[in-house]
């Protein structure tokens, strides 16, 4: 990250005029708004009194233990080869919205050689300094909210991803580039079906992907879509990452099986992934 390069994407969330930088560590707008910029890589931009709740150290946590054991991997697989799809027609920037850990963003970038950049932005700070971090200097981080309008220049994304995390379609639409690509990946109702079955994680609905594609339809068309769907065999402490590392893990507690183990400490479990990995292009307006 560079001063230069995190002011190059974005523009004020207050009136929209694009930032500019300001040594040592802000940016600033024509129109006087200023932000800093954390000496670790990234800026917030959340509005204040956003009661958002991101993901907590002991989330990203439990994230990055249960995917550094590569029982994702399949998955960051099928993401690089959409995401290396998707860039081959855009500019060689790629807005992760929702970063996480930056599991996926890295196999992207990973898959391009040096010649791609990054923007990763949550609205968890630890999430955003965790992957800048990891990263390195190919990537900025953005502290904002998906549901807002985002503190992103227009068409300034050659690609726009979002795993397992919300979605603003008409604010990816505006900042992705036109030649640019979306690419999303949802769970289908079998994913961890399993660990869902002992009442530990929340239900998904069915026919995710489907009215995905008929709510993106007046902004994107979809190009490419594939399931990946395997077993994956866990031990008891990797099942209680997997549950404690989404959505999941705010129901947790309060679950009345929080109590009790997912398996025996010596069992294994074999569990479902099951997702659709969905690439759409822009619709021109």
Known sequence: MTLESLAAWLRCPHCGEAVLPQPPLTVRCPNGHS???????????????????????????ARQAFLDGGHYAPLRESVATFGSAGLAKGPRSVFDAGCGTGYYLDGVLASQGDEASALAMDISPHAVARTVRGIGARCDGLV????????????????????????????????????????????????????????????????????????????????????????????????????SMGPSAHHAADSPMADSPVAGASELISTTVSVDVLLFRPILR
Do not use: C
């Open 144 to 243: 904002a909210d998906t549901w807002q309008p985002l503190p992103v220049r227009d068409a300034v994304a050659g690609l726009v991803m979002t795993v397992f995390a919300p979605r603003n379609l008409p604010e990816f639409h505006r900042v992705l580039d036109p030649e640019g690509a979306l690419l999303v990946v949802v769970p289908t109702a079998a994913h961890i079906r399993e660990l869902r079955a002992d009442g530990r994680a929340l239900d998904i609905p069915a026919d995710k992907a489907e009215r995905l594609v008929d709510d993106a339809a007046a902004l994107f068309a979809l190009e490419r879509r594939e399931r990946v769907e395997y077993a994956a065999v866990l031990s008891a402490t990797e099942a209680d990452q997997l549950v």
């Open 35 to 61: 932000f800093d910029v954390n000496k670790r890589g990234y800026v917030n931009m959340l509005a204040s009194g956003n009661r958002m709740i991101g993901d907590s150290p002991a989330m990203l946590d």
